[in-house]
């Protein structure tokens, strides 16, 4: 195994908003990071599922794009100069003495004082309709993200889903597209009521179509381009919907099985932290944002910004108990 013994402060595994924002609240307090992710770009969701869909409940800004807000926090992080290791996993970690010592699949070993977990949702992957022939139609047809909205102009597109994803797209792609269907395998949709709303006063406009119940069935066409998608209702009973594009938004396939191995807790998908410092049950291990839960926590990227504080400072005493924090604001102290 190769290694490079560079000795960070911390590594922070997730390069998502959260993520990114822990490597300013870090370096606020004098601290290096090393940043490690999955995907082989920064943005975590924001980058791989929607960088085109806006995002209202940033503070200071009334609407910005995922790929805006991704752009900002990495410029807001440069003046620290965080390493990133993308496009591999952590495999493991291990204590060696006072440091951890981190393995990823690119069979490099990477040292850090201290761990922060901010993997969103965990090591995830679209969730995949089982749809025979799928992977020929992937990336040509077929697209778990919407990186481009044009790319979509004047096309027919089913859009398979009921949660938020899906319901934000119709609403984004509705004056782009020719026509949209929606198919969900429900009357009722997880997302908020006022979307929901919108969407079916689409529909009653003629403006897209709503296939519920229904689920898809099949896929129609050659050579990775798509002409139509069946679906089909409880009773069976199949139907094809003339298409170019198919979008289905069943959101992630979540994995902290290694995680566990490390002997953090975990608990439905989630790793249980105290909700006062972001602490894990292991002393110099946290976890914030998406994949940390507590009691009453909400799933909101602001609530994952104040737990990135809040680990950082918990972390600031970890490593310097015997140096008091002189507490400064930002406007005070200014970045580097």
């Given at each position: 195994m190769t290694e490079q013994k560079v000795i960070k402060d911390v590594a922070i595994i997730g390069a998502g908003p959260v993520g990114l924002f822990a490597v300013f609240e870090c370096g606020m307090l004098g601290f290096s990071a090393h940043v490690i992710d999955a995907l082989p770009e920064i943005g975590g969701q924001c980058t791989a599922l929607y960088p085109e869909k806006p995002i209202y409940d940033i503070p200071g800004f009334p609407s910005v794009q995922a790929e805006d807000l991704i752009h900002n926090l990495e410029q807001q992080a440069a003046p620290f100069a965080p390493e990133y290791h993308l496009a591999q996993h952590v495999q493991n970690v291990a204590r060696e003495g006072d440091i951890w010592r981190i393995e990823t699949s690119k069979q490099s070993a990477l040292y850090a004082r201290a761990i922060i977990i901010a993997a969103g949702a965990g090591a995830f992957?679209?969730?995949?309709?089982?749809?025979?022939?799928?992977?020929?139609?992937?990336?040509?047809?077929?697209?778990?993200?919407?990186?481009?909205?044009?790319?979509?102009?004047?096309?027919?597109?089913?859009?398979?889903?009921?949660?938020?994803?899906?319901?934000?797209?119709?609403?984004?792609?509705?004056?782009?597209?020719?026509?949209?269907?929606?198919?969900?395998?429900?009357?009722?949709?997880?997302?908020?009521?006022?979307?929901?709303?919108?969407?079916?006063?689409?529909?009653?406009?003629?403006?897209?179509?709503?296939?519920?119940?229904?689920?898809?069935?099949?896929?129609?066409?050659?050579?990775?381009?798509?002409?139509?998608?069946?679906?089909?209702?409880?009773?069976?009973?199949?139907?094809?919907?003339?298409?170019?594009?198919?979008?289905?938004?069943?959101?992630?396939?979540?994995?902290?099985?290694?995680?566990?191995?490390?002997?953090?807790?975990?608990?439905?998908?989630?790793?249980?932290?105290?909700?006062?410092?972001?602490?894990?049950?292991?002393?110099?291990?946290?976890?914030?944002?998406?994949?940390?839960?507590?009691?009453?926590?909400?799933?909101?990227?602001?609530?994952?910004?104040?737990?990135?504080?809040?680990?950082?400072?918990?972390i600031y005493k970890q490593l310097k108990p015997d140096t008091p924090l002189h507490f400064e604001y930002s406007t005070t102290k200014g970045v580097p």
């Open positions: 992957g679209p969730n995949r309709p089982p749809l025979t022939g799928l992977e020929e139609y992937e990336e040509h047809s077929v697209f778990y993200a919407v990186r481009n909205k044009e790319r979509f102009r004047d096309a027919h597109i089913v859009i398979g889903g009921g949660g938020d994803s899906a319901i934000d797209w119709v609403l984004s792609l509705v004056g782009i597209a020719a026509h949209i269907t929606l198919v969900h395998r429900r009357d009722k949709f997880r997302a908020a009521p006022d979307m929901v709303a919108k969407v079916k006063a689409l529909a009653e406009q003629g403006k897209i179509t709503l296939a519920t119940p229904y689920q898809l069935k099949g896929l129609e066409g050659a050579s990775g381009k798509l002409s139509g998608v069946i679906i089909a209702d409880l009773e069976g009973v199949q139907k094809t919907i003339a298409a170019d594009y198919l979008l289905p938004f069943y959101g992630l396939a979540t994995d902290l099985s290694i995680v566990s191995k490390w002997g953090v807790d975990v608990e439905h998908h989630h790793i249980c932290v105290n909700p006062r410092n972001a602490l894990t049950n292991i002393d110099g291990i946290y976890a914030i944002g998406d994949v940390a839960t507590y009691e009453d926590k909400l799933k909101l990227i602001l609530t994952g910004f104040a737990e990135a504080a809040q680990a950082a400072h918990s």
